[in-house]
């Protein structure tokens, strides 16, 4: 069903303060978030700009992507920012040749070097150290805005929106163009834009989309369509990952090391992480936190990643493809147990520390306000349904892994080893949930 | 030419410009960083006393050492108690603390000059490539 039929989503898309009555309100309380990150308690426990970025922002996002795509993108404060410093200043360049080529690789590196700096700078924990974080994604997108055209940084270089990418493949909403109706279209203002409404700032054509990876949901493209060829329907969960007609291999690379990055989300969360370290400080024969951290997290990415490889090895033996091609092609199929794991993560953050985004909220007016206990829920129920999460997470996993081999190997054989890869990552992942992890704040 | 030699230019300029803040945060704040602090912090355990783990925040002192003591009186799992906790994640919770407004003053205000650079050199780039068109 299109979901535009619907007047009042239809209205919400073709108002021309759509996105923008969304974007201004979250830029306000982003200015607010990052002068509390530097002006603010500097105890990370009592500062809004921690709560509100830590323990609700990014544990909510993931839930946003899986029920809305992208959209985030659409009203995100970077975004409005970009389109700012474009409309004064903006050259208007095109985006680099290297960047359209290696944009993911870049965003790879980018989310892996962002999760080790967070542990070895405490990034997290450390307001100001949260603030420089934004600083510097800040400084980036006013160079890409004053540069180049359209919104080159979220579409090639940020790292939250090289997730956002992936975790909308899975998710719950996707905007198409009917392409018979496309291919006599002579205008693509779909593309181009028109009057008042810029062209898809996402570099996107909506004929030729085949992929929510891409599309924030802006509605600039629905405003300005004069054949009604655009729609927004729901779709089942993961549906997408089915049916990928050219996968990239740095595409599941970044799925695999989401994998591996909340491994180390949750390893170093954990008691026996202290018992780790020792066993690494005592075979480096250092005491620096910064070598024990960094051997740690070149372990847990690289077994994700070794074992996905030499899990497409044995694919191989079946179906004759290369060790890369089965590991491009059946990297996709990760993705729902990376959302899973990551939404399961981060729900503890959510549910055991939400009310933290109320207390540290209400002490921006009464100073000295500490509030009470910060948990939503009971420890019991947060783990219910983070084992929820895995199971319906891996469940989407492998049927997503069984409809890869089917539609590229006319049989299932291809996905048995994928499917015992994917068991054996969740196994972990809930085994990691049992233990006792720390808070944010 | 010269315009991409500019370009290049600029964006070493912004490294090393990038860099001080950076630096001043690292010198200032890296070194009072011990093992992951949230370790230490308040850790959740799926047995203990829901009282506890609720991570209240009537628990914790305000600034410099309230996130490491509350780290050393969590729980540390199951209802055993986890005594050495906060003494192992010290330098937690003091986290930007130590700072003082005039450094956080220097960091952010070395990017907001980086930030203003670039727009200027955009705006001067485009006025330059304008006249070209109008000559």
């Known amino acids: ?144 805005g004053a540069f180049f055209e359209r919104r080159t940084w979220c579409r090639y270089l940020c790292f939250l929106g090289g997730l956002s990418g992936n975790y909308s493949r899975a998710g719950a909403l996707e905007l198409r163009a009917d392409g018979e109706k496309c291919k006599t279209c002579r205008d693509k203002y779909c593309y181009k834009g028109r009057g008042d409404v810029p062209g898809c700032p996402m570099f996107e054509v909506p004929g030729k989309m085949d992929s929510s990876a891409g599309c924030n949901l802006c509605g600039n493209c629905i405003k300005v369509c004069e054949n009604n060829s655009v729609s927004i329907k729901a779709r089942v969960p993961s549906k997408e990952l089915w049916f990928i007609r050219r996968p990239k291999i740095e595409e599941s690379f970044l799925a695999i090391i989401i994998m591996g990055i909340v491994f180390v989300q949750n390893i170093t969360m954990l008691d026996i992480w202290k018992d780790a370290q020792k066993i690494i400080e005592g075979v480096t024969g250092t005491t620096s936190y910064s070598v024990t951290f960094t051997i740690t997290f070149i372990i847990a990415m690289a077994v994700p990643v070794l074992a996905l490889y030499i899990t497409s090895m044995l694919a191989g033996v079946n179906n ?34 939400g009310k933290s985004v109320i207390y540290t909220g209400i002490s921006l007016f009464i100073p000295g306000y500490k ?55 969740a196994v972990v992942n809930v085994v990691l949930f049992t233990l006792p992890m720390s808070m944010r704040m | 030419m010269a315009a991409r030699e500019l370009v290049i230019t600029t964006l070493l300029i912004l490294l090393l410009l990038l860099g001080f803040p950076v630096y001043s945060f690292a010198a ?12 230490g912090d308040n850790t959740y355990s799926p047995g203990q006393d829901q009282a506890h783990q609720e991570n209240s925040h009537d628990s914790h002192e305000s600034g410099q050492g309230g996130h490491n003591e509350a780290g050393s009186e969590s729980t540390s799992g199951h209802g055993e108690d986890s005594s050495g906790h906060g003494e192992d994640s010290s330098g937690h919770g003091k986290s930007g603390s130590d700072m003082s407004d005039q450094t956080k003053n220097i960091i952010v205000g070395g990017f907001t000059g980086v930030n203003a650079l670039v727009i200027g050199i955009a705006l001067y780039l485009r006025n330059k490539s304008q006249g070209g068109l109008n000559a």
């Open chain 1, 371 to 425: 509030g009470g206990s910060a948990a939503l829920f009971s420890n019991e129920t947060i783990q219910i349904l983070q084992f929820v999460l895995i199971g319906l997470g891996l469940a989407a996993s492998v049927y997503t892994a069984y409809r890869i081999s089917k539609s590229s190997f006319g049989s299932i054989n291809s996905a048995v080893p994928f499917a015992a890869l994917l068991i054996i990552l």
């Open chain 1, 1 to 144: 069903m299109n979901l535009l039929n619907v007047g009042v989503i239809n209205n919400i898309f073709i108002s021309r303060w759509f996105p923008g009555i969304l974007q201004w309100p979250t830029a306000f309380i982003f200015a607010v978030v990052v002068y509390q990150l530097f002006y603010g308690p500097s105890s990370a426990h009592d500062n809004f700009g921690t709560a509100m970025t830590w323990v609700l922002w990014w544990p909510i996002i993931p839930l946003v992507f899986l029920l809305l795509g992208r959209f985030w993108c659409a009203v995100c404060p970077f975004a409005t920012l970009s389109d700012l410093v474009q409309k004064w200043v903006g050259l208007r360049r095109p985006v680099p040749v290297f960047l359209k080529k290696y944009g993911i690789w870049i965003i790879d590196a980018l989310f892996i070097l962002i999760t080790w700096a967070d542990h070895v700078f405490g990034i997290v924990e450390s307001p100001v150290g949260s603030g420089i974080l934004l600083m510097m994604i800040i400084t980036g997108v006013v160079f890409s």
């Open chain 1, 320 to 353: 004759k493809e290369k060790a890369w091609q089965n590991f491009a092609r059946f990297g996709y199929a990760l993705i729902p147990l990376d959302l899973a794991g990551h939404l399961a993560h981060n729900l503890f953050h959510l549910l055991a520390e």
């Open chain 2, 28 to 39: 200032g704040e890296h070194s009072s960083h011990g093992p992951l602090p949230a370790a």
